[in-house]
């Protein structure tokens, strides 16, 4: 049970196809040819130019997604107020309800 069990492999069964024989060809070397002269390389200049409109745009844009973020994310904490403040009175009406006095 404890000694390991080495798996043996089974021979093929079936038609079995005898091994090609592959004969050896000759290789030739392709004429050499003089790579094309290389296009001269453009002026170096940023590859995104911003003017005074697309930075007042990109500003206003960032503007905006940071206070619609804002605002979802204070009603969602508005929301989850309004839940825990709505089962706290339920806890402290049915605490009532249950006690006797």
Known sequence: MFQPKIPTMPQ???LV???TIIEPTTVTAAPSTTPPASPAPAAARPAVQLTP???L?????GTAVVLI???VLVSMLLAVALTATSVAV?????RSLLTRR
């Open 90 to 94: 339920c806890a402290v009406v049915t």
């Open 12 to 14: 093929p069964t079936g």
């Open 17 to 19: 196809t005898p091994p």
């Open 53 to 55: 409109g697309t930075v």
């Open 57 to 61: 745009a990109l500003v206003g844009g």
């Open 69 to 71: 973020v804002g605002a």
